[in-house]
């Protein structure tokens, strides 16, 4: 069973920025896909970015610019650096990942997430 556990959440004023991170103790992270998804109560998990296993990166066209995805092999964490922050990205954000998963899977069916952490923006 692998472990994922994010931080950094918070309150932000809009415009702000904040940095997530995902750690995932005795796992490592450059095996597969993993990515960054979001819920707001009542509405679908979407994603919002996502890194290949060798390091290719996407985001959901409202991030772009905005949002960057990283990953540090060596202490086995993933990050994702949120700049001009909206209130509109007000959510839980989760970070997730399995064997099977790739980037642009929209099927929200991995095995392995992390219990999420609150992202509010707001003045």
């Known amino acids: 069973q692998v472990q994922l556990v994010e931080s950094g959440g918070g309150l932000v004023q809009p415009g702000g920025p904040l940095r997530l991170s995902c750690a995932a103790p005795g796992f490592a992270l450059d095996l597969y896909d993993i990515g960054w998804f979001r819920q707001v109560p009542g509405k679908e998990r979407e994603g919002v970015s996502c890194i290949s296993n060798d390091g290719v990166t996407s985001y959901t066209e409202s991030v772009k610019g905005r949002f960057t995805i990283s990953r540090d092999n060596a202490k086995n964490k993933l990050y994702l650096q949120m700049n001009s922050l909206k209130p509109e990205d007000t959510a839980i954000y989760y970070c997730?990942?399995?064997?099977?998963?790739?980037?642009?899977?929209?099927?929200?069916?991995?095995?392995?997430w992390g219990q999420g952490t609150q992202v509010t923006v707001s003045s």
């Open positions: 997730a990942t399995d064997p099977i998963f790739r980037c642009g899977d929209e099927s929200m069916s991995m095995e392995w």
